[in-house]
């Protein structure tokens, strides 16, 4: 609304593709993001929304970038969990544990404190502390039988962590776990337990696909 109304719809219109596009065409959000940013960089919505879009497409130093410059036109501190992923990401695992222990950290809503759990256990293991990462999971939001939108992931987590140190059978009950909430897909929870009881899937799509063009090249 600070901006002019023609513009403000263009800004609004690229930063719409950006949540359509994120996930499916990451590189297409991103082109919208930068579209936007050139509009508005002054916006605060607007650098949050360039720095997810590079966030997903591994630009993790522009990605900080952006998010630096969002936190502070808005002073929210919620973004503080994905800055500390894109210290991991640029491979500075110590800075993102570093983070976990700043007073943001307090400011952060349930969903926020879950999310900066997750970043702290994939820096532990970063640095080769994998029980560390096991006991850092484990909290009153994996215990709990409540079913929240970070439920799965961070019983997915939590499981992968039990397998990187070896306990198997606890890791096949919490991806199974894990499996049980994730109505989303947004992990690959089936996979994995799949894996684990040396189970393989076979894509019939693919070998149908495969046989029709073999067939072909014979006739």
């Known amino acids: 609304m600070s901006l002019p109304r023609t513009l403000a719809v263009d ?5 719409v593709m950006v949540a359509k596009l994120l996930d499916e ?3 297409r959000a991103y082109g919208h993001a930068r579209t936007a940013l050139r ?11 360039a720095g997810f879009a590079a966030y997903a497409v591994e630009k993790y130093a522009e990605a900080l970038r952006e998010f630096r410059a969002a936190r502070r036109m808005t002073g929210s501190a919620h973004l503080w969990p994905v ?19 700043e007073p943001e950290v307090r400011k952060l809503d349930k969903a926020g404190q879950v999310e900066m ?6 820096a532990r293991r970063d640095m080769g502390q994998a029980d560390a990462a096991v ?28 397998l990187a140190v070896g ?33 393989e899937f076979i894509d019939t799509l693919d070998e149908e696909a495969e046989e029709a063009e073999l067939a072909q090249e014979e006739d």
């Open 11 to 15: 800004v609004a219109r690229n930063l």
């Open 167 to 199: 306990r198997e059978a606890e890791a096949r009950e919490w991806f199974a776990r894990a499996l049980e909430v994730d109505q989303q897909g947004s992990t690959d929870a089936s996979d994995r337990l799949a894996e684990l009881d040396g189970l």
């Open 39 to 49: 509009l508005a960089s002054r916006v605060g919505a607007v650098r949050e929304a």
């Open 83 to 101: 800055m500390a992923d894109c210290e991991r990401g640029l491979g500075r695992p110590e800075r993102a544990l570093a983070m976990a222990g």
């Open 117 to 122: 759990r997750l970043v702290t256990a994939g």
């Open 135 to 162: 006991v850092t999971l484990q909290s009153p939001e994996l215990a709990s039988q409540a079913v929240h939108p970070w439920t799965p992931r961070l019983r997915y987590a939590y499981a992968d962590a039990l």
């Open 25 to 27: 065409d990451p590189e």
